[in-house]
């Protein structure tokens, strides 16, 4: 049991409190009725992800098992059978499928179209779309503004457009620092941790998380400072999250650049306390101004 709780990557489901966002933002956090929904939700796409997470271990288990790190999932490591890892993803797309039947989002066929596209669109990935370079970071940061537009539908919260530009922002300079763990692999043992490997390099990687990077932070300071977001916040003070945002930015780069510690976003925001504190910052000070005024 505990390598198959192993095999769900529970800690990733941290992702998919996007869907989230919109509920807070919008100012209704604590309408317990959407909460209720947004929750249902959630719990539909992390069993959806998880599922997902076993058919690409099943997929990837010869190049896993090259990897020292990857070499430890369940399936690579040989404590789940590969017959086993297709039976427990078929029971989490059932479980996911009782939530859309039996919960409030029961009808609502914007977020069980959304979420059946977002695994269709990961099982492309699995198969053949993660070979293609681009196409492979491009498909990770869209799965991204899925889980965002889906807490939109599920709540019946109308997106700005900044939540959606950031949020694929952010997604796509996270999924090129992660590739940069698989160069930095390839160029130490000669091992491919995936095809599309050779057509990154170091270079690359680095000048393209920088170039993203800084487009996020000028289009968060757009955010932070235009007019329309003022005056939906009633605050002019917003352009003062801006500093958490920055120093995490840094901060990523830092760990990934200097440090090498690019492998897994997830595994970086649980264990350096620098992220933790600029995300815990970040949300505390929204929270002062969506919910103190």
Same mark, same amino acid.
């Given at each position: 049991?505990?390598?198959?709780?192993?095999?769900?990557?529970?800690?990733?489901?941290?992702?998919?409190?996007?869907?989230?966002?919109?509920?807070?933002?919008?100012?209704?956090?604590?309408?317990?009725?959407? !909460?209720?929904?947004?929750?249902?939700?959630? !719990?539909?796409?992390?069993? =959806?992800?998880?599922?997902?997470?076993? !058919?690409?271990?099943?997929?990837?288990?010869?190049?896993?098992?090259?990897?020292?790190?990857?070499?430890?999932?369940?399936?690579?490591?040989?404590?789940?059978?590969?017959?086993?890892?297709?039976?427990?993803?078929?029971?989490?797309?059932?479980?996911?499928?009782?939530?859309?039947?039996?919960?409030?989002?029961?009808?609502?066929?914007?977020?069980?179209?959304?979420?059946?596209?977002?695994?269709?669109?990961?099982?492309?990935?699995?198969?053949?779309?993660?070979?293609?370079?681009?196409?492979?970071?491009?498909?990770?940061?869209?799965?991204?503004?899925?889980?965002?537009?889906?807490?939109?539908?599920?709540?019946?919260?109308?997106?700005?457009?900044?939540?959606?530009?950031?949020?694929?922002?952010?997604?796509?300079?996270?999924?090129?620092?992660?590739?940069?763990?698989?160069?930095?692999?390839?160029?130490? =043992?000669?091992?491919?941790?995936?095809?599309?490997?050779?057509?990154?390099?170091?270079?690359?990687?680095?000048?393209?998380?920088?170039?993203?990077?800084?487009? =996020?932070?000028?289009?968060?300071?757009?955010?932070?400072?235009?007019?329309?977001?003022?005056?939906?916040?009633?605050?002019?003070?917003?352009?003062?999250?801006?500093?958490?945002?920055?120093?995490?930015?840094?901060?990523?780069?830092?760990?990934?650049?200097?440090?090498?510690?690019?492998?897994?976003?997830?595994?970086?925001?649980?264990?350096?306390?620098?992220?933790?504190?600029?995300?815990?910052?970040?949300?505390?000070?929204?929270?002062?101004?969506?919910?103190?005024?």
């Amino acid at each position: 049991m505990p390598d198959i709780i192993k095999l769900l990557r529970i800690s990733h489901w941290i992702k998919n409190l996007f869907i989230f966002m919109p509920l807070f933002f919008s100012g209704g956090f604590f309408d317990l009725s959407k !909460l209720s929904t947004a929750g249902w939700a959630f !719990l539909a796409f992390c069993l =959806t992800a998880s599922a997902i997470y076993c !058919l690409n271990d099943i997929i990837d288990v010869k190049n896993d098992r090259l990897h020292k790190e990857k070499s430890k999932r369940p399936i690579a490591a040989g404590k789940v059978t590969v017959t086993q890892a297709y039976m427990v993803m078929g029971v989490l797309l059932l479980l996911a499928a009782s939530i859309f039947l039996f919960t409030e989002l029961s009808g609502n066929y914007t977020v069980i179209g959304l979420t059946v596209f977002y695994f269709l669109m990961n099982i492309a990935y699995c198969l053949h779309l993660k070979h293609y370079s681009i196409i492979d970071v491009l498909i990770i940061s869209l799965g991204f503004v899925l889980r965002v537009v889906i807490g939109g539908f599920a709540t019946g919260t109308i997106l700005s457009h900044w939540i959606v530009q950031m949020t694929f922002l952010l997604a796509l300079f996270l999924a090129f620092a992660k590739r940069r763990d698989d160069v930095v692999l390839f160029t130490q =043992t000669g091992i491919k941790p995936r095809n599309n490997t050779h057509r990154y390099t170091l270079e690359f990687i680095n000048q393209a998380t920088s170039s993203i990077a800084s487009i =996020t932070m000028v289009c968060y300071i757009m955010y932070s400072t235009s007019e329309e977001v003022v005056k939906r916040f009633h605050n002019d003070y917003i352009y003062i999250t801006s500093l958490f945002v920055l120093s995490g930015l840094l901060r990523y780069q830092l760990l990934t650049i200097v440090d090498a510690r690019s492998g897994s976003p997830i595994k970086l925001l649980l264990k350096d306390k620098f992220l933790q504190v600029c995300l815990l910052g970040w949300a505390l000070t929204f929270f002062v101004i969506i919910y103190k005024r």
